[in-house]
């Protein structure tokens, strides 16, 4: 298989061309991108049920809005914690971990069960059922630092929904839920780029917290400094212009 070029930790923004509805105006960032497929999860999608309904503990540390966000159209009864460790931070890896996984880093499901989540297995495919098993955790690849959060890119990282919130409430950003993950299959996601459904552009710690979720997809193409600017602009619906 060709070798692919990794994208973790950069943003899918949809294009308008994108029909999928469960895509529609999206903004994903890429947990994890490799030859055996891609994961990642929609920022812009709030839902009504609010932290507190489900991850109570968790509810003092969610930025506004202090909501459940649908990360994907799979798995939607697992959830997943996303936050920004502030500077350089004393926890995860350099470089991405790979996905996460039953370790602790996003394990829970939305009804405040443990257990559920993306997982090293890969079975990405955006509308396949529930992943495959995954292999037991291995307790050497531990990141040093910080406990309860793996770094996936730069500032931001998973953090470990099953560990006591005190131990990452000094040191997080904005907290993150999201049910639920997008998926791609192998040279999947690199089929609808080639297709054009996608803009690939650099993520900012900011998107995943953002309190606007409703504007990120404008408010992402806008700061690019390039023609994608422009599309920024284009309606949500092109009949009425």
Excluded: C, K
């Excluded at 949809?14 to 509805?21: E, Q, R, V």
């Excluded at 993306?118 to 292999?135: I, L, V």
């Excluded at 037991?136 to 793996?150: A, K």
């Excluded at 931001?156 to 639920?180: T, Y």
Aim: hydrophobic share 35%; charged share 25%.
């Amino acid at each position: 298989m060709t070798e692919v070029s990794s994208l973790t930790g950069r943003l899918l923004v949809a294009t308008p061309a994108l029909a999928d509805p469960n895509f529609d105006r999206a903004v994903v960032l890429l947990l994890d991108h490799d030859d055996e497929g891609t994961l990642g999860v929609v920022l812009n999608r709030p839902t009504p049920v609010d932290v507190g309904d489900i991850l109570e503990p968790w509810a003092p540390l969610a930025g506004e809005p202090g909501v459940v966000f649908q990360g994907g159209p799979v798995s939607l009864d697992a959830a997943l914690g996303l936050a920004v460790v502030p500077g350089d931070g004393p926890g995860g890896l350099d470089g991405p971990p790979g996905a996460p996984g039953p370790d602790g880093t996003g394990g829970h499901r939305v009804d405040g069960s443990p257990g559920g989540g993306p997982d090293g297995s890969r079975s990405r495919t955006a509308d396949a059922g529930e992943p495959d098993e995954p292999d037991e955790p291995d307790e050497s690849d531990e990141p040093e630092g910080l406990l309860g959060w793996r770094r996936v890119y730069g500032a931001i990282g998973l953090v470990d929904l099953e560990a006591p919130p005190e131990l990452l409430a000094a040191e997080l950003g904005s907290l993150r839920i999201f049910a639920g993950y997008a998926g791609w299959g192998p040279g999947q996601l690199e089929d609808e780029l080639a297709e054009g459904a996608w803009f690939v552009v650099d993520s900012e710690p900011g998107d995943v917290s953002s309190p606007r979720p409703e504007t990120l997809w404008r408010d992402v193409l806008r700061r690019q400094r390039s023609e994608l600017a422009m599309i920024a602009t284009y309606p949500d619906d092109p009949s009425l212009n």
